[in-house]
């Protein structure tokens, strides 16, 4: 498979993470492009066998439990535009001492949903990456087996 790993970061857990899995994927025969999403505009992200979105949960402007603010300008840029059933997933670092964990996650599920993406596989919402890397790293691989299955 052709992937896009479009991420963005604040404190480089998800471009840790995103890179983590793009290792995984090429190792099971997939060609990967890892990208921070500022650099991607929607078409760009149309030609891939499968799109993987990856944010932070932040705290936005006082807004709690968001996406990184790059990915909400990306959201607000695809505004009608459609993913006609193209494959996606997404996954998303947070931490669980936070009141709303990794609610960017469903923030990026309903943005898929809503453009007519296809989620593969169930979303990903990891606690505490850098805390706990070797067993982030596990749950990222088997979600990785699943994504080829
Ligand atoms: C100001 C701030 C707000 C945060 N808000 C949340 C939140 O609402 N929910 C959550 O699950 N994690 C929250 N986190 C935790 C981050 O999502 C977590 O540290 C994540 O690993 C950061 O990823 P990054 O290194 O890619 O930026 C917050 C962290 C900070 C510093």
Not at 20 to 29: H, K
Not at 55 to 76: A, C, I, R, Y
Request: aromatic share 12%.
């Amino acid at each position: 498979m052709n992937i896009l790993i479009a991420y963005a970061t604040y404190s480089s857990g998800t471009q840790t993470a995103s890179e983590f899995l793009m290792q995984t994927l090429v190792g099971m025969g997939n060609t990967v492009e890892t990208k921070m999403i500022s650099e991607v505009d929607f078409d760009s992200t149309l030609s891939y066998d499968l799109r993987i979105f990856a944010t932070p949960t932040w705290d936005n402007d006082g807004l709690e439990g968001q996406p990184h603010m790059d990915f909400v300008s990306f959201m607000k840029n695809s505004t009608g535009k459609n993913y006609g059933g193209k494959a996606c997933a997404v996954f998303g670092l947070g931490d669980s001492s936070y009141s709303h964990f990794c609610t960017a996650v469903d923030i990026l599920d309903d943005f898929v949903k809503k453009s007519g993406g296809t989620l593969v596989v169930p979303s990903l919402k990891i606690d505490g990456y850098l805390f706990n890397m070797e067993g982030n790293n596990k749950l990222l691989s088997e979600w990785a087996a699943k994504l080829k299955a």
